[in-house]
């Protein structure tokens, strides 16, 4: 299914992907404004979706310049309707350089937010009023700080394979081994997960807002696999190299050159 992509063009190497179901998205954006506010309204959507997903490109890049400077390539950087995934030939096993690379990408954002912050300013009460389709480049601004910041923080949070989980794994093994750090950190991600799935689906009756919100949830269940599928690879990968380590360690043993019985001279 993510190999369902369409090549745009690659930046320092990298390849930048775009997934076949991202223009559902940009078709959502387009019909949704267009129902609100006709052509402007279609306009200001697609020019929001568009700039945002240029941010979320800046974060998983931030992420791969990171890993460069640890030996770690990026092959590609695939862009979906629920955001961006950079595809590493490896994670660095040395728990400092993997905090390093996970919080690059957080990072990207609260410095974008902090070079809109020199231009774009915000009314009062802005939040309770914001609109929900930007009409102007200052609302546009304004859009795109408070994405950048939310995504940014929401990243934080110490839901394995996020970046705050990727923190979380790394404190972990570094005390415990990587296996056994990994399980810990995607264990609690899929509790979590679930909790934030059932809060999102409920969220009328928490009064959290009037429908039921279906992306975050998708959003959750998607992380919540995700988190499962590296523990898995991160399991198979550990009991593939105990295998050959013990497998190496019989071949020295049985090829070890046989004791002379002659007294010595």
Same mark, same amino acid.
């Given at each position: 299914?993510?190999?369902?992509?369409?090549?745009?063009?690659?930046?320092?190497?990298?390849?930048?992907?775009?997934? $076949?179901?991202?223009? !559902?998205? %940009? =078709?959502?954006? #387009?019909?949704?404004?267009?129902? /609100?506010?006709?052509?402007?309204? *279609?306009? $200001?959507?697609?020019? !929001?979706? %568009? =700039?945002?997903? #240029?941010?979320?490109?800046?974060? /998983?890049?931030?992420?791969?310049? *990171?890993?460069?400077?640890?030996?770690?390539?990026?092959?590609?950087?695939?862009?979906?309707?629920?955001?961006?995934?950079?595809?590493?030939? *490896?994670?660095?096993?040395?728990?400092?350089?993997?905090?390093?690379?996970?919080?690059?990408?957080?990072?990207?954002?609260?410095?974008?937010?902090?070079?809109l912050l020199t231009v774009?300013?915000?009314?009062?009460?802005?939040?309770?009023?914001?609109?929900?389709?930007?009409?102007?480049?200052?609302?546009?601004?304004?859009?795109?700080?408070?994405?950048?910041?939310?995504?940014?923080l929401f990243n934080l949070?110490?839901?394995?394979?996020?970046?705050?989980?990727?923190?979380?794994?790394?404190?972990?093994?570094?005390?415990?081994?990587?296996?056994?750090?990994?399980?810990?950190?995607?264990?609690?991600?899929?509790?979590?997960?679930?909790?934030?799935?059932?809060?999102?689906?409920?969220?009328?009756?928490?009064?959290?807002?009037?429908?039921?919100?279906?992306?975050?949830?998708?959003?959750?269940?998607?992380?919540?696999?995700?988190?499962?599928?590296?523990?898995?690879?991160?399991?198979?990968?550990?009991?593939?190299?105990?295998?050959?380590?013990?497998?190496?360690?019989?071949?020295?043993?049985?090829?070890?050159?046989?004791?002379?019985?002659?007294?010595?001279?």
């Open positions: 299914m993510l190999g369902w992509s369409i090549k745009l063009f690659r930046i320092r190497g990298i390849q930048l992907s775009l997934h $076949g179901s991202f223009l !559902l998205l %940009l =078709a959502y954006a #387009t019909w949704a404004g267009w129902s /609100e506010e006709r052509g402007p309204g *279609a306009l $200001g959507n697609v020019a !929001l979706v %568009l =700039a945002f997903f #240029t941010c979320i490109v800046l974060h /998983e890049l931030g992420h791969a310049f *990171a890993g460069r400077r640890f030996g770690v390539d990026v092959t590609r950087i695939l862009l979906l309707p629920i955001g961006g995934m950079a595809e590493f030939t *490896a994670i660095p096993r040395r728990p400092l350089h993997e905090v390093l690379m996970a919080l690059a990408g957080p990072a990207v954002n609260f410095v974008i937010v902090g070079l774009v300013r915000f009314p009062p009460h802005w939040i309770d009023n914001a609109p929900a389709i930007p009409l102007t480049v200052g609302e546009l601004g304004r859009h795109l700080v408070a994405a950048n910041l939310v995504m940014g949070v110490p839901v394995f394979p996020m970046d705050g989980g990727r923190v979380l794994r790394a404190l972990l093994a570094s005390r415990f081994s990587y296996l056994r750090a990994t399980f810990a950190a995607a264990t609690l991600a899929k509790v979590l997960a679930v909790l934030a799935i059932a809060v999102a689906l409920a969220a009328p009756q928490l009064q959290l807002a009037p429908e039921p919100l279906y992306l975050p949830a998708v959003l959750f269940a998607f992380i919540f696999f995700a988190g499962e599928m590296e523990y898995r690879m991160v399991r198979r990968t550990e009991l593939e190299a105990a295998h050959w380590r013990h497998w190496w360690n019989r071949q020295e043993i049985t090829s070890l050159p046989p004791v002379s019985a002659e007294p010595p001279c």
